[in-house]
């Protein structure tokens, strides 16, 4: 069975950092897209970063460039997102995601209604 389970998230001042993780089991990377996405208070669920490990693709939403990081630990069947320069807009529920690459390699796989299996979420909080 495939098992997302995200840690990580706290509260932080604007500016501060926070590293989120999410312990994966039940499938190997390189055959999914796995992604971060959030949900902010009173919006809709926003995908953040994605990840296609078997051809080294990122994505980043354009809020997050150059301030969040998203890696993958094979070792440790683990996704990260590293969050830096965080903004008090940083808060809400942070969710981790995969999507079977049913047909092939393609950033469509990143999208929020593909996404076949989610964690739980875990909360970050940006205070001003």
């Known amino acids: 069975e495939v098992q997302l389970v995200e840690s990580g998230g706290g509260l932080v001042q604007a500016g501060g950092s926070l590293k989120l993780s999410c312990a994966a089991s039940?499938?190997?990377?390189?055959?999914?897209?796995i992604g971060w996405f959030r949900r902010a208070p009173g919006k809709e669920r926003e995908g953040v970063a994605c990840k296609i490990s078997s051809v080294g693709n990122v994505y980043y939403t354009d809020s997050v460039k150059g301030r969040f990081t998203i890696s993958n630990d094979n070792a440790n069947n683990t996704l990260h997102l590293e969050m830096n320069s965080l903004k008090p807009e940083d808060t809400a529920v942070y969710y981790c995601?995969?999507?079977?690459?049913?047909?092939?390699?393609?950033?469509?796989?990143?999208?929020?209604?593909?996404?076949?299996?989610w964690g739980k979420g875990t909360l970050v909080t940006v205070s001003s």
């Open positions: 039940g499938f190997t990377f390189d055959d999914y897209a």
């Open positions: 995601a995969a999507a079977r690459l049913t047909y092939g390699v393609s950033s469509y796989y990143c999208h929020y209604g593909v996404m076949n299996y």
